[in-house]
């Protein structure tokens, strides 16, 4: 049990178009997920905090406008990289909190993005 | 500033030894600390969780300590096998948001045979 998807698994976008990456927690409901990006060889750094059915609490440093999350459901986020850039090319994890425990997170496999 | 050391980029040991990574961390009171894998390409996966007031956690080959005096968390891994190879990361949890967690910066451990 407590299985997290993504999709896509891997995805190439040119400069200038959106993507939207999915998040699913398939057998659990989950009032928190998470969104995080991680560079070659470093740790997960925490992009946002997303609640279902109101706004993501965004860490420090990381553009709201840019990085667009909607928890629409207790079992999905999508985060949507507007206006990709070859910077923003990275790997995206998320990760779920299942209702009514506080400390568990389940992890995605992750999304890699390439900005060309 | 809040920070979390993993003090090792690197690890390499030979197999059926123990493995013991480390954990610092300063700025920071977690209410819980936790222990990850990560295989190149993938997400994280759960190994251990250990709350503030406990010391010790065992599961099978792997044990956690926690000392919130020092703000450390030293990681076990006993009779270690190839297939232990990985990065390890320490995540310490329940700041602002309770299931919030901030990640270490990991270390990379190989198994020789």
Not at chain 1, 69 to 98: G, Q, W
Not at chain 2, 63 to 77: A, C, E, G, M, P
């Amino acid at each position: 049990g407590a299985v997290v998807s993504q999709h896509p698994s891997w995805v190439i976008c040119k400069s200038g178009t959106s993507v939207k990456i999915e998040c699913r927690s398939l057998d659990f409901q989950a009032t928190t997920m998470f969104w995080y990006r991680q560079f070659p060889k470093q740790s997960l750094m925490l992009m946002a905090t997303s609640n279902e059915g109101s706004k993501a609490t965004y860490e420090q440093g990381v553009e709201k406008d840019k990085f667009l999350i909607n928890h629409a459901s207790l079992t999905l986020s999508t985060l949507t990289v507007t206006s990709a850039h070859p910077e923003d090319s990275s790997f995206y994890i998320c990760s779920a909190n299942p209702l009514g425990a506080t400390y568990e997170q389940y992890f995605g496999p992750g999304t890699r993005l390439t900005v060309t | 500033s809040q920070k979390i050391e993993q003090n090792s980029e690197a690890l390499n040991i030979q197999e059926g030894k123990t493995a013991t990574l480390t954990c610092n961390y300063t700025n920071y009171s977690p209410a819980y600390l936790q222990w990850y894998r990560q295989d190149p390409g993938r997400g994280p996966v759960f190994l251990l969780l250990i709350r503030e007031n406990e010391k010790e956690k065992r599961k099978e080959r792997l044990k956690v300590t926690f000392d919130t005096t020092l703000k450390q968390s030293l990681f076990h891994i006993t009779a270690s096998q190839p297939a232990d190879s990985a990065t390890y990361l320490c995540a310490l949890g329940g700041g602002s948001s309770a299931s919030k967690i901030i990640f270490g910066s990991g270390t990379r451990l190989s198994i020789r045979p």
